[in-house]
Nanobody
Framework: QVQLVESGGGSVQAGGSLRLSCAAS????????MGWFRRAPGKERDFVAA????????SYSDSVKGRFTISRDNAKSTVYLQMNSLKPEDTAVYYC????????????WGLGTQVTVSS
């Protein structure tokens, strides 16, 4: 079992930056690919970014590529999402996820953290 707790959300003006963190409990953190999804108001939950168990491979949605960076620290059982050049359309609840490579199957979800970007 892995429990995921997100932090770092908040309100920021367009063009600003935020860094999300996801702290995981459980001894098997390093064996999971990790990632982030988001759900904007009135929309479905969408993939944002993923990182392999070793951190050697990452993937991003086209909408955040070049602006967001995912990383992980297995010693701290934490995954991060650095979000730069934020846009109002990035406003959403951001969820941390643990699962298979590429996160086509998610085994564990966090409860989410709100990110609001104002114009």
């Amino acid at each position: 079992q892995v429990q995921l707790v997100e932090s770092g959300g908040g309100s920021v003006q367009a063009g600003g930056s935020l860094r999300l963190s996801c702290a995981a409990s459980g001894r098997t953190f390093s064996s999971y690919a990790m990632g982030w999804f988001r759900r904007a108001p009135g929309k479905e939950r969408d993939f944002v970014a993923a990182i392999s168990w070793s951190g050697g491979s990452t993937s991003y949605s086209d909408s955040v590529k070049g602006r967001f960076t995912i990383s992980r620290d297995n010693a701290k059982s934490t995954v991060y999402l650095q979000m730069n050049s934020l846009k109002p359309e990035d406003t959403a609840v951001y969820y941390c996820a643990a699962g298979n490579y590429g996160l086509t199957f998610v085994s564990f979800w966090g409860l989410g953290t709100q990110v609001t970007v104002s114009s």
